[in-house]
T-cell receptor, first 115, second 116 residues
Framework: AQSVTQLGSHVSVSEGALVLLRCNYSSSVPPYLFWYVQYPNQGLQLLLKYTSAATLVKGINGFEAEFKKSETSFHLTKPSAHMSDAAEYFCAVSVPSGGYQKVTFGTGTKLQVIP | DAGVTQSPTHLIKTRGQQVTLRCSPKSGHDTVSWYQQALGQGPQFIFQYYEEEERQRGNFPDRFSGHQYPNYSSELNVNALLLGDSALYLC???????????????FGPGTRLTVT
């Protein structure tokens, strides 16, 4: 069975500082990996995805993530935080299951951006 | 191009009642998945519908059931509501590209269910 661990349920950064949100996964088969963002009272928006192509993945709003198989990690980064980045971020893993994809989400990390 | 839509936006029900939530997938999508997101938690997979049949199911009791119509829209039904069913229910649609192939899910805004 696959699983996702997001380290730190709350992360605070200053505006303009580096954003680093951590995600480690467990999977017995090569996974697909995703980062989603959720603003208050809204659904999930896909930030970026890893589907076994390039290990460094660039997404929307200046975010990127690097797939490191040896560390089973898929950490999300952004060089300079903006106030609009304040939201909750979810890491997810997807693996083949009975011919379909089974998606498992982490518990989320709330990002606070301090002016 | 309309994205994934869900109705209603908010719903308040009493313990023991039944509820039906609705989802219209993104244009061109044929697969609908439902997730439950409790407060402070990540989304938990409930089930997935493709070709009007339930294809996958997460660890949810039989009180949770669903349906998919020929136009690909879907319903989530929950019977005998419990206080613990209070959550944001998210619908995600995708295009099935064949067994084992990656498909991207697009999420709707969710339905906030409160059980009192």
């Amino acid at each position: 069975a696959q699983s996702v661990t997001q380290l730190g349920s709350h992360v605070s950064v200053s505006e303009g500082a580096l954003v680093l949100l951590r995600c480690n996964y467990s999977s017995s088969v090569p996974p697909y990996l995703f980062w989603y963002v959720q603003y208050p009272n809204q659904g999930l928006q896909l930030l970026l995805k890893y589907t076994s192509a390039a290990t460094l993945v660039k997404g929307i709003n200046g975010f990127e993530a690097e797939f490191k198989k040896s560390e089973t990690s898929f950490h999300l980064t952004k060089p300079s935080a903006h106030m609009s980045d304040a939201a909750e971020y979810f890491c997810a893993v997807s693996v083949p299951s009975g011919g379909y994809q089974k998606v498992t989400f982490g518990t989320g990390t709330k990002l606070q951006v301090i002016p | 191009d309309a994205g994934v839509t869900q109705s209603p936006t908010h719903l308040i029900k009493t313990r023991g009642q039944q509820v039906t939530l609705r989802c219209s997938p993104k244009s061109g999508h044929d697969t609908v998945s439902w997730y439950q997101q409790a407060l402070g938690q990540g989304p938990q997979f409930i089930f997935q519908y493709y070709e009007e049949e339930e294809r996958q199911r997460g660890n949810f009791p039989d009180r949770f059931s669903g349906h998919q119509y020929p136009n690909y829209s879907s319903e989530l039904n929950v019977n005998a509501l419990l206080l613990g069913d209070s959550a944001l229910y998210l619908c995600a649609s995708s295009l099935m590209l064949g067994p084992g192939n990656y498909y991207e899910q697009y999420f709707g805004p969710g339905t906030r269910l409160t059980v009192t």
